[in-house]
């Protein structure tokens, strides 16, 4: 979206990540990185913590707002010095763009995460008047505004344990995913909510995700094991109908059937939906796009 696209707020991270993303073991932080694009693209892992939203994100005490801008000035001069010396290097033009978004992020971000400024009746809405709802719905509501302020893309994890995740449910899948459930079912439901009496719903595209399902089947006593073969996303919004369930598997769920589409069908929708070709998108020495299309599921495109 934000290499498509381009930025709608320069004060704020185009691609934000909140939450805890999966373990080394699992992806890390690969799971939101720019990888060919470049690491300006990288997404930017912020905190629901006005205090603390991002690391160092102050300059410390005694430092005085002046003092600071002299400091970027001259560190903007030694950076281009830097850029001329070497004009293709990726991981120093990110690096430069980092330090300038740093910068103006410092007021920015903050305000963003001063979510007790909405009414009561929307924080409820999102469940964070309820413990087991809470984290996530402040990572929800934050996500929202970070939204209507023109950020492109939030990518929100939910349910770190260290490892991959405690939705990857091998063992004691009844009592893991009704706590899941719990959790994100209230957050998830106001945030969509709130989008659309807000007006937003028409223009923000929420995607619901994950890479694989579980089996039909046990595996052990009380857990499921990885499933490729036939599971299910939803999506909301952004010009996506309302009320369509597209798709179907076999009578023990365990191959998809009916309307099987893989993975590229989903991103090459997205895509669609906020306007954009990957056939025109040209990343140059790359191929992956060109190779990996997909194409739009139209069935549930309004």
Same mark, same amino acid.
């Given at each position: 979206?934000?290499?498509?696209?381009?930025?709608?707020?320069?004060?704020?991270?185009?691609?934000?990540?909140?939450?805890?993303?999966?373990?080394?073991?699992?992806?890390?932080?690969?799971?939101?990185?720019?990888?060919?694009?470049?690491?300006?693209?990288?997404?930017?892992?912020?905190?629901?913590?006005?205090?603390?939203?991002?690391?160092?994100?102050?300059?410390?005490?005694?430092?005085?707002?002046?003092?600071?801008?002299?400091?970027?000035?001259?560190?903007?001069?030694?950076?281009?010095?830097?850029?001329?010396?070497?004009?293709?290097?990726?991981?120093?033009?990110?690096?430069?763009?980092?330090?300038?978004?740093?910068?103006?992020?410092?007021?920015?971000?903050?305000?963003?995460?001063?979510?007790?400024?909405?009414?009561?009746?929307?924080?409820?809405?999102?469940?964070?008047?309820?413990?087991?709802?809470?984290?996530?719905? #402040?990572?929800?509501? %934050?996500?929202?505004?970070?939204? =209507?302020? /023109?950020?492109?893309? *939030? &990518?929100?994890? +939910?349910?770190?344990?260290?490892?991959?995740?405690?939705?990857?449910?091998?063992?004691?899948?009844?009592?893991?995913?009704?706590?899941?459930?719990?959790?994100?079912?209230?957050?998830?439901?106001?945030?969509?909510?709130?989008?659309?009496?807000?007006?937003?719903?028409?223009?923000?595209?929420?995607?619901?995700?994950?890479?694989?399902?579980?089996?039909?089947?046990?595996?052990?006593?009380?857990?499921?094991?990885?499933?490729?073969?036939?599971?299910?996303?939803?999506?909301?919004?952004?010009?996506? #109908?309302?009320?369509? %369930?597209?798709?179907?598997?076999? =009578?023990? /769920?365990?191959?998809? *059937? &009916?309307?099987? +589409?893989?993975?590229?069908?989903?991103?090459?929708?997205?895509?669609?939906?906020?306007?954009?070709?990957?056939?025109?998108?040209?990343?140059?020495?790359?191929?992956?796009?060109?190779?990996?299309?997909?194409?739009?599921?139209?069935?549930?495109?309004?």
């Amino acid at each position: 979206m934000h290499y498509g696209l381009g930025t709608l707020n320069e004060n704020l991270p185009q691609f934000v990540v909140l939450g805890t993303p999966v373990a080394d073991c699992c992806g890390g932080m690969g799971g939101h990185g720019g990888s060919y694009l470049g690491p300006e693209h990288n997404g930017v892992m912020l905190s629901v913590d006005p205090n603390a939203p991002l690391p160092f994100a102050t300059p410390g005490p005694g430092v005085y707002r002046e003092e600071q801008v002299a400091e970027f000035e001259l560190l903007h001069k030694l950076n281009n010095y830097s850029a001329v010396e070497y004009p293709s290097d990726p991981a120093l033009r990110a690096r430069i763009k980092s330090y300038e978004l740093a910068f103006r992020m410092q007021s920015a971000i903050p305000e963003v995460m001063k979510l007790e400024e909405e009414d009561p009746a929307t924080q409820a809405l999102y469940g964070i008047d309820q413990d087991s709802t809470r984290t996530f719905g #402040r990572q929800c509501l %934050a996500a929202r505004r970070l939204a =209507e302020r /023109g950020v492109r893309f *939030v &990518q929100v994890f +939910h349910g770190s344990n260290g490892g991959a995740g405690a939705w990857d449910a091998h063992g004691d899948l009844k009592n893991g995913h009704t706590r899941l459930c719990r959790e994100v079912d209230r957050p998830i439901a106001g945030l969509l909510k709130d989008l659309k009496r807000t007006g937003m719903l028409d223009e923000t595209l929420v995607v619901w995700a994950t890479e694989f399902g579980r089996t039909p089947g046990a595996q052990g006593a009380d857990g499921r094991d990885h499933h490729p073969y036939g599971f299910s996303i939803w999506m909301a919004g952004g010009g996506i #109908r309302g009320g369509v %369930a597209h798709g179907a598997t076999d =009578e023990i /769920g365990f191959h998809a *059937v &009916q309307d099987r +589409h893989y993975v590229t069908d989903v991103h090459a929708t997205v895509l669609h939906q906020l306007g954009l070709d990957p056939r025109r998108l040209s990343v140059p020495g790359r191929k992956r796009l060109e190779i990996d299309y997909g194409e739009p599921i139209r069935q549930i495109i309004a």
